[in-house]
């Protein structure tokens, strides 16, 4: 079985795969000073309510980390704790998705995993999404490039942006009001998180859409997706675990020769 994990600034998403098919899942919150032994008693105690063993039953782990701490905390578990060394996704391993960047080396690998996963499951153009603690598009084009995209405030962010720098905003559920018009102060700040969230990303999406020409497969995937999807017009399909099929579409091209 293999163990997808997709390191992010707020949370860790975590999978396991037996071949193709994603058997488990879970959410944990991001702390980047957490040690390889933490980290080992944390998986194993996951993998242990599904009645999986981390030495026994998993046979290989990729990663793709946006935390340098965890990135060397996940290395450094794997050799203490497993019989096998991690996949590291950056640069030298085998994507398959060519990055026609200024710089290729800033994309983060979470970026890349989400370009691959929706190139081999759409196509292309293709846009991503992602709805976590920043709101990325990842571009990819119709030969499944990545060529680019956008990087905004997630929805969280600039919630907790707003009620850090007023004094009487008071902090809010995100969910979205009845009516756009909010009638009292809390619905007036949901309204702009929600629907002026989801309003962006309808504008970005035709921008993007008039620069390459061709009207691209929009696919939605992230924690705070679901609270924004639902007032979109542009999203087409929704694959809440995008990056962790990117993960094990790299493992499966590094790991097996035929596949490269």
Same mark, same amino acid.
């Given at each position: 079985?293999?163990?997808?994990? %997709?390191?992010?600034? &707020?949370?860790?998403?975590?999978?396991?795969?037996?071949?193709?098919?994603?058997?488990?899942? /879970?959410?944990?919150?991001?702390?980047?000073?957490?040690?390889?032994?933490?980290?080992?008693?944390?998986?194993?105690?996951?993998?242990?309510?599904? %009645?999986? $063993?981390?030495?026994?039953?998993?046979?290989?782990? +990729?990663? =793709?980390? *946006?935390?340098?701490?965890? &990135?060397? =905390?996940?290395?450094?578990?794997?050799?203490?704790?497993?019989?096998?060394?991690?996949?590291?996704?950056?640069?030298?391993?085998?994507?398959?998705?060519?990055?026609?960047?200024?710089?290729?080396?800033?994309?983060?690998?979470?970026?890349?995993?989400?370009?691959?996963? @929706?190139?081999?499951?759409?196509?292309?153009?293709?846009?991503?999404?992602?709805?976590?603690?920043? &709101?990325?598009?990842?571009?990819?084009?119709?030969?499944?490039?990545? *060529?680019?995209?956008?990087?905004?405030?997630?929805?969280?962010?600039? =919630? @907790?942006?707003?009620?850090?720098?007023?004094?009487?905003?008071?902090?809010?559920?995100?969910?979205?009001?009845?009516?756009?018009?909010?009638?009292?102060? *809390?619905? +007036?700040?949901?309204?702009?998180?929600?629907?002026?969230?989801?309003?962006?990303?309808?504008?970005? *999406?035709?921008?993007?859409? $008039?620069?390459?020409?061709?009207?691209?497969? &929009?696919?939605?995937?992230?924690?705070?997706?679901?609270?924004?999807?639902?007032? +979109?017009?542009?999203?087409?399909?929704?694959?809440? /675990?995008?990056?962790?099929?990117?993960?094990?579409?790299?493992? @499966?091209?590094?790991?097996?020769?035929? %596949?490269?």
């Amino acid at each position: 079985m293999l163990l997808a994990a %997709d390191v992010g600034n &707020t949370e860790i998403v975590l999978g396991v795969f037996e071949g193709e098919v994603l058997r488990q899942t /879970w959410r944990l919150s991001t702390r980047a000073e957490q040690t390889s032994d933490e980290l080992a008693l944390q998986l194993a105690g996951l993998l242990e309510h599904r %009645d999986l $063993d981390l030495r026994r039953d998993l046979t290989g782990m +990729c990663v =793709a980390s *946006v935390v340098p701490d965890l &990135t060397t =905390a996940f290395r450094e578990m794997a050799a203490a704790y497993l019989t096998f060394a991690p996949l590291i996704v950056g640069p030298g391993i085998k994507t398959g998705v060519s990055v026609a960047t200024d710089n290729p080396r800033e994309v983060g690998a979470d970026r890349v995993m989400n370009a691959l996963a @929706a190139f081999s499951r759409y196509g292309g153009p293709t846009v991503v999404v992602d709805f976590g603690t920043s &709101t990325n598009f990842d571009v990819v084009s119709a030969e499944g490039e990545f *060529v680019g995209g956008v990087i905004g405030p997630g929805i969280q962010v600039a =919630a @907790a942006s707003l009620v850090s720098r007023t004094a009487r905003l008071p902090r809010v559920e995100l969910v979205a009001p009845l009516s756009v018009i909010g009638k009292n102060t *809390v619905e +007036c700040i949901q309204s702009a998180l929600v629907y002026g969230t989801a309003d962006m990303v309808d504008g970005i *999406v035709a921008r993007i859409s $008039d620069e390459l020409g061709a009207h691209p497969t &929009t696919v939605a995937t992230g924690g705070l997706a679901l609270i924004v999807i639902p007032h +979109c017009r542009s999203i087409e399909h929704h694959e809440p /675990w995008l990056t962790l099929e990117g993960l094990r579409l790299v493992h @499966a091209r590094n790991a097996d020769p035929a %596949d490269v």
